[in-house]
């Protein structure tokens, strides 16, 4: 038994030897066709643009270090907003997560009803503080309540701009 056994063991170890081929001759054959290939010539590199010097005289120009508006000292009545007066509940909040939801007028005096993201809703007449930028209502109309921010130019000091808080819908 031992002829047929080991005979079957050898053709065994033969097939198992041929089928454990790299698997790359494909590979390696188109590798080789590329590069049978002949090169392409290059594209010719574009000849460089000749600098151009340019000497700054400064009799007729800004200085180009300089801020485009100069800082300025504040004087004593300029813009700028209160640090020191307490803050107010809508001030935690920026103006565009606050909902108008309504009005209501008490002895001619007419409030806005301001909903925050907390779905707390306060009755706040014109004066009163609201969102991030320093605003100050200004006016409560039935559609919306108008605003003044403090807001910082840029350069140092303060502007105003306009905002708006809409009723919701």
Request: overall charge neutral; some cysteine.
């Amino acid at each position: 038994m031992r002829g047929p056994g080991l005979l079957a063991s050898a053709l065994a170890a033969s097939l198992l030897l041929s089928a454990c081929s790299d698997g790359k001759d494909d590979l390696r054959a188109y590798i080789e066709r590329i590069n049978a290939r002949p090169g392409q010539p290059l594209e010719k590199l574009p000849e460089p643009k000749q600098y151009e010097t340019f000497t700054y005289r400064e009799r007729d120009r800004r200085n180009p270090f300089a801020p485009l508006r100069p800082e300025r000292e504040q004087p004593d009545n300029a813009l700028r907003p209160d640090q020191n007066r307490p803050r107010e509940p809508l001030e935690a909040f920026p103006l565009d997560a606050l909902r108008m939801v309504g009005t209501v007028q008490v002895r001619g005096t007419r409030y806005a009803l301001i909903e925050d993201p907390e779905n707390v809703v306060h009755r706040v007449p014109a004066g009163t503080h609201a969102g991030q930028n320093y605003g100050r209502i200004t006016a409560i109309t039935p559609t919306e309540v108008r605003l003044v921010e403090i807001v910082p130019d840029g350069f140092g000091g303060w502007s105003e701009r306009p905002a708006s808080i809409p009723l919701a819908e």
